[in-house]
C-alpha cells in the first residue's frame, strides 16, 4: 500500500469523527437550552392561553350560534309566510262573500244574545244572590223555566173545595 492510501484511511474516520463532533455538539447544546428555556416558555404560553383563548373560542362560539339561530329564524319565517300566503289563497277560493254575510248575520245574532244575557243578569242580582251555590248556567236555566212555566202559588181560595182546605191557582 502506498503512503497515500495509508494516510487516508487513517484519516477518514478522523474527518467523520471532526464532523460528527461539531453536529453532537450542536444537538447536545441546542436540546439544553430547550430543557432550560422551556419551563418559562411553557408558563408564558399558559399564562397567554388562559388569558386569550376563552375570548377567542367564546367569541368563535358566539359567532356560530348566531349563524345557526338566524338559519333556524330565518327557516321559520319561509315556512311562516308559505303556510300564511297557502292558507289566504286557499280560504280566498273556500269562503265565498255568501258566506261572509251569513256569518255576519250569526255574530249579529250572537251580539244580541249577548246583550240581552247581560241585561237579565244585571236586573237579577237580588233573585241571584239567593242561589249563591248554583252557577251562572244554572241560573240562568232556573230563569227561563220560571219565565216559560206558570209559578204555583198557594192561596186560600173563595170557593168552597169540599175535599181540599186550600186550592191552587195558577198566575200567568
Avoid at 62 to 77: D, H, M, T
Avoid at 131 to 143: C, L, N
Avoid at 146 to 166: G, L, R, T, W
Wanted: proline content about 5%; overall charge positive.
Amino acid at each position: 500500500m502506498s503512503l497515500k492510501k495509508a494516510l487516508i484511511s487513517y484519516l477518514l474516520p478522523l474527518i467523520s469523527q471532526l464532523c460528527q463532533t461539531p453536529l453532537d455538539f450542536i444537538k447536545t447544546s441546542v436540546s439544553e437550552s430547550i430543557a432550560k428555556e422551556l419551563p418559562q416558555v411553557d408558563t408564558q404560553v399558559q399564562k397567554n392561553l388562559q388569558v386569550h383563548l376563552p375570548d377567542i373560542l367564546l367569541k368563535l362560539m358566539y359567532k356560530e350560534f348566531n349563524a345557526f339561530s338566524r338559519l333556524k329564524i330565518q327557516r321559520f319565517v319561509l315556512l311562516h309566510k308559505e303556510l300564511s300566503k297557502s292558507l289566504q289563497t286557499n280560504i280566498r277560493k273556500s269562503i265565498k262573500p255568501k258566506d261572509m254575510v251569513s256569518f255576519l248575520e250569526a255574530a249579529k245574532v250572537f251580539k244580541k244574545a249577548y246583550a240581552e244575557g247581560e241585561k237579565w243578569a244585571k236586573n237579577n242580582l237580588a233573585e241571584d244572590a239567593q242561589h249563591p251555590d248554583q252557577t251562572e248556567g244554572e241560573q240562568i236555566s232556573r230563569a227561563i223555566s220560571s219565565a216559560q212555566y206558570p209559578v204555583q202559588i198557594e192561596k186560600p181560595s173563595a170557593q168552597d173545595v169540599p175535599n181540599e182546605d186550600k186550592a191552587l191557582v195558577f198566575i200567568t
